[in-house]
């Protein structure tokens, strides 16, 4: 599918969703169920990204030293964890990356 | 006008935290291969954050167009949340206003929003509130995409600019994992993520988000 259908697809979606019950009013509810099951939608798609971008920075799983990405991937989880401040989060992990490279070019 | 500004001033202090996202957007949807025309109008047509990365990530790793949308819908959910919750306020407005403001609907439109309708109630120029607070969100939004897609052009190939994504989603998931339903969504999809990384059509991807979905409400249910 070519990106801008995807992207006008998307978008379109989207704007339904966000007109839905502005749209509906007074005439349907969300059930109770939904309502709880929508707060782990972020933590599980997200987590169902991080975990291959990890692992298997290759398609291939790699769970060593030598992968860089899990290591930089980890520093950034135990900054995110003791900080909760996204752009520290961002940057240290990204500077863990560039740094690891470097040294395994100078090394 | 008055309550128009006093949305755009109630909305700010969220400009400051959405600047630097919008930058990372930008620079990272160019290292996902996406054309700067492509990156910015995603930024105005899908205009939603975390579903623009995701789909910056999956149109790297060259996932199916139909896997992608849905990935995006999905993402997005939470908006009918949003809808249904402002829907009260703008009731009696005509469709061109609740049309423009579904538009503007995104989390931070919404934070600011939302706050205001609970302390003041009913007003009759609160959508002039919402429409202020949305509009400083949208500028923003598509002000940073379009410089970061400028900083994305700029730098060296050789710089891993696409582990901003992942990184970007640790930065968004580890603040929310505030209690043992919402650790378990999280790490069961992971784990799905990575067993079921070889079916086709990135179709991996949709079962763990429903695995992690079902895990957390599960858990959640039983408390």
Do not use: C
Not at chain 1, 23 to 47: C, D, H, N, Q, T
Not at chain 2, 60 to 67: H, I, M, Q, T, Y
Not at chain 2, 160 to 185: G, N, R, S, W
Request: aromatic share 12%; glycine share 8%.
């Amino acid at each position: 599918m070519n990106i801008w259908l995807v992207m006008f697809l998307g978008g379109a979606l989207t704007f339904g969703m966000r007109m839905s019950f502005i749209y509906l009013f007074g005439r349907f509810e969300i059930p109770a169920m939904v309502k709880r099951a929508l707060r782990f939608v972020p933590p599980a798609v997200l987590s169902a990204l991080i975990a291959p971008a990890l692992f298997m920075p290759n398609n291939t799983f790699d769970f060593s030293l030598n992968n860089y990405r899990l290591m930089a991937g980890v520093v950034a989880i135990l900054v995110g964890w003791r900080t909760k401040n996204t752009l520290l989060t961002i940057l240290s992990g990204m500077a863990a990356l560039l740094i690891l490279m470097w040294l395994a070019k100078t090394v | 006008m008055k309550s128009f500004w006093a949305g755009v001033r109630a909305e700010s202090p969220l400009l400051i935290g959405v600047f630097p996202f919008g930058l990372i957007y930008g620079a990272l949807a160019i290292g996902a291969g996406i054309s700067p025309a492509a990156a910015q109008m995603m930024s105005s047509i899908v205009f939603a954050g975390s579903a623009q990365f995701i789909a910056a990530q999956l149109i790297r790793e060259s996932a199916p167009g139909l896997v992608i949308v849905l990935t995006i819908a999905v993402v997005n959910l939470r908006h009918m949340l949003y809808s249904a919750s402002v829907a009260p306020y703008i009731e009696h407005l005509p469709a061109r206003w609740k049309t423009v403001l579904a538009y503007l609907l995104t989390d931070e439109a919404y934070a600011a929003t939302i706050i205001h309708y609970e302390e003041e109630g009913f007003t009759p120029t609160g959508h002039w509130f919402f429409f202020g607070a949305g509009l400083a969100l949208w500028t923003t939004w598509q002000v940073s995409s379009a410089l970061g897609i400028f900083l994305g052009a700029a730098l060296p190939s050789s710089w891993p600019l696409d582990f901003a994504i992942p990184i970007t989603f640790i930065a968004m998931v580890m603040p929310v994992l505030k209690d043992k339903p919402i650790v378990a969504a999280a790490v069961s999809a992971g784990t799905v993520a990575l067993l079921a990384y070889s079916l086709p059509f990135k179709l991996g991807l949709i079962l763990a988000a429903l695995v992690g979905i079902f895990t957390g409400t599960y858990l959640e249910n039983r408390e």
